[in-house]
């Protein structure tokens, strides 16, 4: 799984920029850029970012896969 990609993918389609997404997360924008460089996130953050993008998270994994 490309984390990175499916985010980077993700954001492009939505015409969403990361303090977007990290406003509606109630996170902060490097909290944001640090989960989706390392791929630390939890099963609920997957959930929750895939979700807030206006994704499910199977869609949101093949992403990164295509």
């Not at 954001?11 to 909290?31: E, F, G, I």
């Amino acid at each position: 799984m490309n984390l990175e990609k499916s985010f980077n993918v993700a954001l492009a389609t939505r015409d969403m920029k990361k303090k977007d997404l990290a406003a509606q997360m109630s996170v902060t924008p490097s909290y944001i850029t640090q989960v989706t460089k390392n791929g630390a996130l939890s099963v609920s953050k997957l959930q929750e970012l895939s979700e807030a993008l206006g994704y499910k998270v199977w869609q949101f994994i093949k992403l990164g896969e295509e």
